[in-house]
């Protein structure tokens, strides 16, 4: 007899509504998250709550704002969509859930308790494809953490970070494809940036990230949890397939908070480009799988307004995953092979 079974589509998060009350209470469990600003508990008290949310939670309101839609945050409104596309080709039932806000992974279960009587296993999918300390970690220690002091009677099995999935590439590449038919001068990925020290963190051999000369280019075990790795293979296999040539695109790392980020920074690459020679320009995010206030805010408009006044002529942001067909395709995929007993795309414990 099969396993009953529920998915679960792990996203960020964002606030329930762009007023400064929700977007503070959204920003502050954010960033009192141990794993995103990673320093003590009462200095990273003092820093958040009497620093950074006070200033930031009125700006961000107002970013927010200006990309809210008539259903809510695109955020949670492309996972939704992303929800019920996939429901059409898959038996078991689907929830979302988010790391940060509104709905938390209780609520996921519970609902899938409810429509699953006698569920027996759950399959959360974080949408990080790489792994960082930030983002996929967190996410999944805190989905673990719920699961673990509710006392869910079911068992829960996580995705693993699909960076290098071929099934995953063939949909970025395809998503990408329709925007090479205009002429552009240069490709950029713009990835989410994250401090330096995490990467160290996250080196389970304490030896290699950051430490040894060209580290991402040396064959590592510590790769596997290593996120600059990772949007480096990510941009290698993107580009082989569509045959784009090397001096075409780049790599760069935006949102950054800090001093000590990876780099080199997106707002700063989006100045000098023009006066390299570099006009037009495309630009994606493959950090994020639907787009949200860093992609739609801080690229599609800040972004285009710094590398137009900085002479750039032409200026596209390529949409992320968000709905796309091949991209529906591919997670059916991962959740019918882990049914079929395949454990090759389950995290391991």
Do not use: W
């Given at each position: 007899m099969a396993t009953k079974r529920g998915i679960v589509l792990m996203n960020l998060g964002s606030p329930d509504s762009t007023s400064v009350k929700d977007v503070r209470r959204y920003l502050n469990e954010f960033l009192m998250d141990g794993k995103v600003i990673d320093v003590p508990y009462l200095l990273r008290f003092?820093?958040?709550?009497?620093?950074?949310?006070?200033?930031?939670?009125?700006?961000?309101?107002?970013?927010?704002?200006?990309i809210w839609t008539n259903?809510?945050?695109?955020?949670?409104?492309?996972?939704?969509?992303?929800?019920?596309?996939?429901?059409?080709?898959?038996?078991e039932p689907i929830e979302i859930a988010m790391r940060y806000g509104n709905p938390t992974p209780a609520m996921a279960y519970d609902n899938l308790l409810k429509r699953q009587p006698g569920l027996e296993e759950v399959l959360a999918i974080p949408l990080y494809p790489h792994y960082a300390?930030?983002?996929?970690?967190t996410a999944v220690d805190f989905a673990k953490e719920i699961h673990s002091k509710n006392k869910y009677p079911f068992k829960l099995n996580f995705i693993k970070p699909f960076f290098d999935e071929a099934d995953y590439i063939n949909a970025m590449a395809e998503n990408i494809k329709p925007f090479l038919n205009e002429a552009y001068d240069h490709i950029l990925f713009s990835y989410h940036g994250i401090p330096e020290r995490h990467l160290k963190k996250t080196d389970d051999?304490?030896?290699?990230?950051?430490?040894?000369?060209d580290c991402c280019n040396v064959a590592s075990p510590a790769h596997s949890k290593c996120y600059r790795h990772q949007c480096f293979v990510t941009t290698k296999l993107v580009t082989d397939a569509l045959n784009i040539p090397k001096e075409k695109f780049s790599i760069s790392f935006q949102s950054r908070l800090g001093k000590g980020w990876l780099q080199p920074?997106?707002?700063?690459?989006?100045?000098?480009?023009?006066k390299?020679?570099?006009k037009k320009l495309l630009v994606l995010c493959p950090a994020f799988v639907s787009d949200c206030l860093e992609t739609l805010e801080e690229i599609e408009e800040r972004g285009k307004e710094s590398f137009m006044e900085a002479g750039g002529t032409?200026?596209?942001?390529i949409p992320c995953l968000n709905t796309n067909t091949l991209w529906v395709n591919t997670l059916e995929k991962w959740v019918k092979e882990t049914a079929d007993g395949n454990k090759e795309m389950i995290l391991k414990s």
């Open positions: 003092l820093l958040v709550k009497g620093i950074i949310v006070p200033f930031r939670a009125p700006k961000s309101a107002e970013a927010y704002r200006t259903e809510g945050s695109p955020l949670i409104v492309l996972t939704q969509h992303l929800q019920q596309e996939l429901q059409q080709y898959v038996d300390m930030a983002s996929y970690e051999t304490k030896s290699h990230c950051m430490q040894v000369n920074f997106t707002d700063i690459r989006l100045e000098q480009m023009p390299e020679g570099i032409s200026y596209k942001m």
